[in-house]
């Protein structure tokens, strides 16, 4: 019924939307990955100067494992870059670094929707867990109550998703002035940085149009209860 059920279609074009994002990502990561930057400087160097330059010398850098699994943790003050970025003096490397350097800066100056997000974390993780199954279970018992719980922990994961959408476009933004002012790539370089990070935050924009088709698919399902 709730796979298979017209509303479904509804969610066609974000599918679409979603593939072509994650395509152009890994296309262009692919490309700048195997760029080296004229300066020589790996992920790891640009981030470190970056974060010192930033009054952030406390924020300390680990390798994880994984492609693209680079993150800051807030609660740790931690700044994981992965494999192919930590030791890499790629473009990519340098781009994606100094965007996770983006992410600590915003927390040390307390950027609005990064704190709200950080808040939000624990509510959507048990929303987004629970949301289908109440909506779902709902059907099955004709609960009224039971599926507006579903949808009203679903739109928690909307919200999240819409709020992620400035701090990963503000963290990019201060990565890209980042590496120019302070010369860690030339001019030309800082434009492919530029087209990986604009072709990761597409993914984000797949990921919130996902979520508030989705959302409009439970809403117009409740209604044909």
């Known amino acids: 019924m709730f796979f298979w059920d017209p509303t479904f279609i509804l969610l066609i074009p974000a599918l679409i939307l979603a593939a072509w994002a994650q395509g152009k990502l890994s296309r262009t990561y692919a490309r700048?990955?195997?760029?080296?930057?004229?300066?020589?400087?790996?992920?790891?160097?640009a981030a470190r100067r970056i974060l010192d330059s930033s009054g952030l010398s406390a924020v300390n850098i680990e390798r994880v494992a994984g492609n693209l699994t680079d993150h800051y943790d807030p609660r740790s003050k931690v700044l994981r870059l992965s494999e192919g970025v930590f030791g890499s003096d790629s473009i990519a490397a340098v781009g994606i670094a100094a965007h996770e350097v983006g992410h600590a800066i915003q927390h040390k100056n307390a950027y609005a929707p990064l704190s709200i997000r950080n808040a939000f974390v624990p509510v959507v993780n048990f929303g987004s867990f629970m949301a289908w199954p109440l909506f779902i279970l709902g059907f099955l018992l004709r609960t009224p109550l039971l599926i507006q719980l579903g949808i009203l922990f679903f739109s928690g994961a909307v919200l999240f998703q819409l709020i992620t959408l400035p701090v990963e476009f503000d963290a990019s933004r201060r990565a890209l002035a980042q590496i120019s002012e302070g010369g860690y790539l030339t001019a030309e370089e800082v434009s492919g940085a530029r087209r990986v990070l604009n072709a990761a935050a597409l993914t984000y924009v797949a990921a919130a149009a996902m979520a508030i088709l989705q959302l409009l698919r439970m809403i117009l399902l409740s209604r044909r209860r």
């Open 32 to 45: 700048y990955s195997k760029e080296r930057s004229a300066r020589g400087i790996t992920g790891a160097q």
